[in-house]
């Protein structure tokens, strides 16, 4: 990478597929400091030593897979497993309907959070998720099934404890 | 779950729009400021791209000095004025580490009229703050790793450094087994050189030096490869680790047999390479080779040191000689 086209190549980068690194992050951490630390670490790492990708898809993959180590990294580093706080100061949760539903999804265990991610808001197919996580696809099946029941079991004890 | 609440909440969920700048500052940029002058206040900001190599000084806000620098320079210092009616001569200093490229510790000194004004560090992005992150556990660790990678590239070193060898022995020289009992001359054997070590499995040893043997008091011995100077001499066959743990191998010469020596110096035995009727290197070692042997002064003594150091070249299943 030539010396000049650095902070060119993070801009794009950034502009590409920040969102989307922060979104899955924020599934798993649920706080704006550790999700920025997590994409610093996804970039430093695709702008340091990145490998050779075939296409955009192949990159993008790349970038999701590096972002769930990422992330089960930093929660194994600050032991905080999944009973994680959630950000109060989180602009985006405009209702406690929203709120609860973050508060489920970031009650999963961690290894359902990426599968249920990845298929209800990034679009990928179980088969993809299979090969971005490199788990097989019966393992993504059974994760996305319990992420579902879980969530909607907790979803119906919300709305029952709500009564 | 219905999908679109899913979508909807996390399509609400960015990161600040601050957060790529600041990634790329404390990622990559030093950044610090400070203020000039008592009565007529300036500040002075400095900015340096760690990833990039730029450099951008401003004076309340006015850049007045922006350059790329060279990839490989280490250190760098700008001076230069400010104010109009109250002047001062302000400098910055700036030394950054070579290795990694792009992610450099740096620091830099700012001086006013020679006032150190503040020292700023710009740290090693990964390791460092992967370290000040750690736990207790995980520094030890980390720190037990460091330590034990410095052993062992110390060991390393060691290993590699050549080992003197000056010996002079006296010994015999006699054919084993029943044939010839009366095959027996003493000789004397000198060793001079270095050995070499390495952590290959293969030609494992390397000896520069000379091998000479010599009849004792009377010249070197006619018919044997004596005095000849040996340059450089490998191991000539794969040998096993049992073996090496004891003797070092060294090919004596082509013509003349195989020397051996126990790492200590305390035994020296060479297997003399016999000739077969059309004058080509043949038999060596069998139960009734000819071997020299030292140090020793009588048959029974020569003959304990070969059996003392065959199987270690031929296994433990080797027969022993008489």
Redesign the interface.
């Known amino acids: 990478m030539g010396r000049l086209q650095a902070d060119d190549a993070f801009t794009i980068k950034y502009d590409k597929y920040g969102n989307m690194i922060y979104k899955l992050a924020f599934t798993y951490l649920g706080k704006q400091e550790d999700c920025e630390d997590i994409l610093q670490e996804v970039f430093v790492r695709l702008l340091r030593k990145p490998p050779r990708f075939r296409d955009e898809e192949h990159e993008k993959r790349w970038i999701l897979r590096i972002t769930v180590n990422c992330c089960i990294d930093l929660i194994r580093k600050n032991k905080k497993g999944n009973s994680l706080p959630l950000d109060e100061n989180i602009p985006a949760v405009e209702t406690p309907e929203e709120q609860d539903l973050l508060n489920l999804v970031l009650k999963l265990p961690d290894k359902l959070k990426a599968p249920i991610h990845l298929h209800y808001y990034e679009g990928y197919r179980v088969k993809e998720i299979a090969g971005i996580l490199e788990i097989s696809v019966s393992a993504v099946k059974m994760r996305l099934k319990r992420g579902r029941e879980m969530l909607k079991i907790r979803i119906e004890e919300e709305e029952y404890g709500r009564r | 779950?219905g999908?679109d609440?899913?979508?909807k909440?996390?399509d609400?969920?960015?990161?600040?729009p601050s957060?790529?700048e600041?990634?790329?500052d404390?990622?990559f940029t030093l950044r610090f400021d400070f203020e000039v002058g008592d009565e007529e206040k300036r500040k002075v900001e400095f900015s340096f791209?760690r990833?990039?190599?730029h450099i951008t000084i401003r004076v309340d806000g006015q850049r007045i000095i922006k350059k790329?620098i060279n990839?490989l320079r280490k250190s760098l210092s700008y001076e230069f004025t400010v104010g109009e009616k109250e002047k001062h001569h302000v400098r910055i200093a700036l030394v950054r580490s070579y290795l990694p490229v792009?992610?450099r510790e740096c620091t830099a000194w700012a001086y006013a009229d020679d006032k150190l004004m503040g020292q700023y560090e710009g740290e090693l992005?990964?390791k460092p703050k992967r370290y000040r992150?750690m736990?207790r556990k995980g520094r030890i660790a980390f720190i037990s790793a460091v330590l034990v990678l410095f052993a062992l590239i110390t060991f390393l070193v060691i290993y590699h450094l050549p080992i003197d060898v000056d010996e002079e022995v006296y010994g015999v020289v006699f054919r084993a087994g029943t044939t010839e009992p009366d095959y027996l001359q003493p000789v004397r054997i000198t060793v001079e050189g270095k050995y070499y070590r390495n952590i290959r499995i293969r030609q494992r040893y390397r000896f520069e030096g000379s091998v000479r043997v010599y009849a004792r008091d009377e010249g070197p011995i006619p018919n044997t490869e004596t005095g000849e100077t040996v340059k450089r001499i490998n191991i000539g066959v794969p040998l096993v680790e049992d073996m090496l743990d004891m003797v070092r191998s060294f090919t004596y010469s082509t013509d003349g047999g195989v020397f051996f020596m126990k790492p200590d110096s305390s035994a020296f035995m060479i297997i003399v390479f016999e000739r077969d009727i059309n004058g080509e290197p043949g038999h060596a070692g069998g139960s009734d080779g000819i071997y020299y042997a030292a140090p020793c002064n009588s048959r029974e003594e020569a003959v304990d040191i070969v059996n003392e150091m065959r199987p270690l070249v031929w296994g433990k299943k080797a027969p022993l000689v008489e």
């Open positions: 779950m999908d609440r899913y979508r909440l996390f609400k969920i960015e990161p600040d957060a790529r600041r990634i790329w404390t990622t791209d990833f990039l190599g790329i990839n792009g992610y992005y990964l992150d736990t």
